[in-house]
């Protein structure tokens, strides 16, 4: 732990503001829509709802702060991408259909920096694109398989490109560089800056938002909480890992880790060494995703899966703080990025995603019961949640269009195993991905087999 023994053990980004809490729950209260999780899923769509129809009476729930989950913690790539494979959605609707759903992921991006501006929230939003590097010949083949397939399925040479080892290197400056992949939607951001930000334009939009008030259950209509119990015709549940602790949720979604560090701010000759002159985010094509951005104030904040999930779905702050799978990220980080060898580390942190049975992220809302969820996206939901966020409060409003038509609307996902099965799955399946990873980093030659056998143990055959 020699260069990270003094860093701060908060996210970056929530270690830079000043974060005073709403007050709880006063007591009983009745509303026309009860929002579960202050998170980006729970305030977008309380944004968009009041927007859409401001006279309703719409109450947000979070059980900590507005971003104290993965939304105050992440990497800030508000990136165009969807988990779940675009021949998945297809099979759903149709390959148009799904093209035009992944446009409307990338506009999501577009629409958070129209947000942004509109309602003067400072989160050093910076499009630059995100690119990913191919650093041996498994990852390269990947790369221009990856390419043909995007080609095949309709995607602009504007949107996603191949670019040359020159090119790549440009952009990033990592060790063995072979090519790389550029994709135009992407903005770096501070996602706490986002998400506070957000929840204060949800409060001016006319929103009510109790924080500190934990939800125990939600039964049609009412939702229980520490403080007392707000009935509402209508209730969406955005908690994404933190489900397991609500009523009759516990297989709901697979809480998995991910750790980051960042640096101190980077003087510029490092900088300059570095590239990422217009703050795309980058990572590379390993099995095991690693994840980076340039910060507005010039450090690299660094992201990569280590130690994936903990027995019985628990979410501890020693489980984010795994010191072994921060060693591993700044490892993987210098492995990348030599130059940042001695730069110090400032700060390490930790957060839960949350991964549905199915691998595949969704929304659904029942007229009905009044009953919502959205969310299930896996490692990438800032962009997403946006998208979904929006849609959700359409579908409350009765709104009829491309969002509420779009594939991923109405997903179902089946209960994960009960344990061990859940435990066994998740850790053999990650212990063969980084075996895959080391064994093309050393050999050079492709560890399919592995690739394949890991999604059968994790269960993305579904
Ligand atoms: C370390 C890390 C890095 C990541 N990097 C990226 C990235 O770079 N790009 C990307 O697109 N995605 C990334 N992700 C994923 C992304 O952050 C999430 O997909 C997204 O933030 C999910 O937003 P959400 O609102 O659905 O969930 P969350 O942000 O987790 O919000 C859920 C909220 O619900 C609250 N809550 C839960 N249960 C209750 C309850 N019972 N009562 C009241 N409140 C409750 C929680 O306190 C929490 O605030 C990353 C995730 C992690 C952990």
């Given at each position: 732990?020699s260069?990270l023994?003094?860093?701060?053990?908060t996210a970056?980004?929530?270690?830079?503001l000043?974060i005073?809490r709403?007050?709880p729950?006063?007591g009983d209260?009745?509303a026309?829509?009860a929002?579960?999780?202050g998170?980006?899923?729970?305030?977008?769509?309380?944004?968009?709802?009041?927007?859409?129809?401001?006279?309703?009476?719409v109450v947000?729930?979070?059980?900590?702060?507005?971003?104290?989950?993965a939304?105050?913690r992440n990497?800030g790539?508000?990136?165009?991408?969807?988990?779940g494979?675009?021949?998945q959605?297809?099979?759903?609707?149709?390959?148009?259909?799904?093209?035009?759903?992944?446009r409307?992921?990338?506009d999501?991006?577009?629409?958070?920096?129209?947000?942004i501006?509109?309602?003067?929230?400072d989160?050093?939003?910076?499009k630059?694109?995100?690119?990913y590097v191919?650093?041996?010949?498994p990852?390269e083949q990947?790369?221009?398989?990856e390419i043909a397939?995007?080609?095949a399925?309709g995607f602009?040479?504007?949107e996603i490109r191949?670019?040359?080892?020159?090119?790549?290197?440009?952009?990033?400056?990592?060790?063995?560089?072979?090519?790389?992949?550029?994709?135009?939607a992407?903005a770096a951001?501070?996602?706490?800056?986002?998400?506070?930000?957000?929840?204060d334009?949800?409060?001016?939009?006319?929103?009510?938002?109790?924080e500190?008030t934990a939800?125990?259950?939600?039964?049609?209509?009412?939702?229980?909480?520490?403080h007392?119990?707000?009935?509402?015709?209508?209730?969406?549940r955005?908690?994404?890992?933190?489900?397991r602790d609500?009523?009759?949720?516990?297989r709901t979604m697979?809480?998995?880790?991910?750790?980051?560090?960042?640096t101190?701010?980077?003087?510029?000759?490092?900088i300059?060494?570095?590239?990422?002159?217009?703050?795309?985010?980058?990572?590379d094509?390993r099995h095991?995703?690693?994840?980076?951005?340039?910060?507005?104030?010039?450090r690299?904040a660094f992201?990569?899966a280590?130690l994936p999930?903990?027995?019985?779905s628990r979410?501890?702050?020693?489980g984010?703080?795994?010191?072994?799978?921060?060693?591993?990220?700044h490892d993987?980080?210098?492995?990348?990025?030599?130059?940042?060898?001695?730069?110090r580390i400032?700060?390490?942190?930790?957060g839960?995603?949350?991964i549905?049975?199915?691998?595949?992220?969704?929304?659904?809302?029942?007229?009905?019961?009044?009953?919502?969820?959205?969310?299930?996206?896996v490692?990438?939901?800032?962009?997403?949640s946006?998208l979904?966020?929006?849609?959700?409060a359409?579908?409350?409003?009765?709104q009829?269009?491309e969002?509420?038509a779009?594939p991923?609307?109405?997903?179902?996902a089946?209960?994960?195993?009960?344990?061990p099965?859940?435990?066994?799955g998740v850790r053999?399946s990650?212990?063969?991905?980084?075996?895959?990873?080391?064994?093309?980093?050393?050999?050079?030659?492709?560890?399919s087999?592995s690739?394949?056998?890991s999604?059968?143990?994790?269960?993305?055959?579904?």
């Open positions: 732990m260069q023994a003094d860093a701060t053990t970056l980004w929530l270690d830079r000043d005073d709403r007050d729950l006063p209260e009745t026309d829509v929002i579960v999780g998170g980006f899923s729970g305030l977008w769509t309380a944004y968009y709802l009041r927007r859409i129809a401001p006279e309703l009476r947000v729930l979070e059980k900590d702060f507005c971003g104290f989950g939304s105050g990497g790539w508000a990136v165009g991408e969807l988990a494979s675009f021949e959605y297809a099979k759903r609707s149709s390959k148009a259909e799904a093209l035009r759903q992944a409307l992921v990338f999501a991006v577009d629409e958070i920096g129209r947000v501006a509109a309602e003067g929230i989160a050093d939003y910076a630059g694109g995100t690119i191919a650093r041996n010949a990852q990947r790369m221009r398989d397939h995007v080609r399925q602009t040479d504007d191949l670019v040359d080892a020159d090119e790549a290197r440009t952009l990033l400056n990592a060790t063995n560089v072979r090519a790389g992949i550029h994709l135009a992407c951001i501070d996602p706490a800056k986002l998400v506070r930000g957000l929840a334009a949800v409060e001016r939009a006319g929103a009510t938002i109790y500190q939800v125990s259950s939600i039964d049609d209509g009412v939702v229980r909480t520490e007392g119990v707000v009935t509402a015709p209508v209730v969406v955005a908690t994404e890992a933190y489900s609500l009523q009759g949720e516990r697979l809480p998995v880790y991910s750790r980051m560090i960042a101190e701010p980077l003087p510029p000759d490092v300059a060494e570095i590239g990422l002159a217009d703050r795309p985010t980058f990572g094509t095991m995703v690693i994840y980076g951005q340039r910060t507005a104030d010039d690299i992201g990569a280590g999930y903990q027995y019985a979410i501890t702050r020693a984010e703080l795994h010191e072994a799978s921060h060693q591993h990220v993987v980080l210098v492995d990348l990025l030599p130059v940042l060898a001695d730069a400032t700060h390490r942190w930790g839960v995603l949350g549905p049975r199915n691998w595949t992220p969704g929304l659904d809302f029942d007229p009905d019961t009044g009953r919502g969820w959205l969310g299930g996206y490692g990438e939901g800032v962009a997403p946006n979904a966020g929006r849609t959700m359409d579908l409350i409003t009765r009829h269009n969002r509420t779009a991923w609307v109405g997903a179902r089946r209960a994960w195993e009960p344990e099965l859940r435990w066994l053999a990650r212990a063969i991905l980084r075996r895959a990873d080391d064994h093309e980093f050393r050999t050079d030659r492709e560890a087999l690739f394949r056998l999604r059968l143990l994790r269960g993305a055959w579904s």
